[in-house]
Nanobody
Framework: QVQLVESGGGLVQAGGSLRLSCAASGRTFSSYHMGWFRQAPGKERDFVAAISRSGIGIYYADSVKGRFTISRDSAKNTVYLQMNSLKPEDTAVYYC???????????????????????WGQGTQVTVSS
C-alpha cells in the first residue's frame, strides 16, 4: 500500500513557475513508476508526465514538453513536477500517481495510461491567471 500526498499548487500568473511535490509513504518507492495527471473542470483526466522507477525513462505530454520537468528523489520518496512558462490552459487539479513496475519490465518502463497506475493522491489545485 502506498499513500501519496501532493503539495505545491497555487495561483500564479501566466509565464510563472510552480513546483509540485508528491511524497510517497512506504519503503518500496523504487519499485514504482510515477506519473502526474491533471483534470480541468468539465474535462477528463489527462496525462502530463511520467518517470520510470530508475528515473531514466521519462515521458511528457506534447502540451507540456519543453516547459515541465519531472524528477524523483528516492532518498526522500518524492517525485517532483517543475512547471515553467505556465499558461492559463494549464489550470487544473494535478494528481500524482504510482504504478507497480513488474519485475519483468525494464527499469526504464513508464506509462501515460491512467490504468497503469495503482495509487493516486488527492490532488492539488494549480490556477494560472492571464
Amino acid at each position: 500500500q502506498v499513500q501519496l500526498v501532493e503539495s505545491g499548487g497555487g495561483l500564479v500568473q501566466a509565464g510563472g513557475s510552480l513546483r509540485l511535490s508528491c511524497a510517497a509513504s512506504g519503503r518500496t518507492f523504487s519499485s514504482y513508476h510515477m506519473g502526474w495527471f491533471r483534470q480541468a473542470p468539465g474535462k477528463e483526466r489527462d496525462f502530463v508526465a511520467a518517470i520510470s522507477r530508475s528515473g531514466i525513462g521519462i515521458y511528457y505530454a506534447d502540451s507540456v514538453k519543453g516547459r515541465f520537468t519531472i524528477s524523483r528523489d528516492s532518498a526522500k520518496n518524492t517525485v517532483y513536477l517543475q512547471m515553467n512558462s505556465l499558461k492559463p490552459e494549464d489550470t487544473a487539479v494535478y494528481y500524482c500517481a504510482a504504478g507497480i513496475t513488474s519485475q519483468y519490465f525494464s527499469s526504464t518502463y513508464t506509462s501515460h495510461r491512467a490504468n497503469d497506475y495503482d495509487y493516486w493522491g488527492q490532488g492539488t489545485q494549480v490556477t494560472v491567471s492571464s
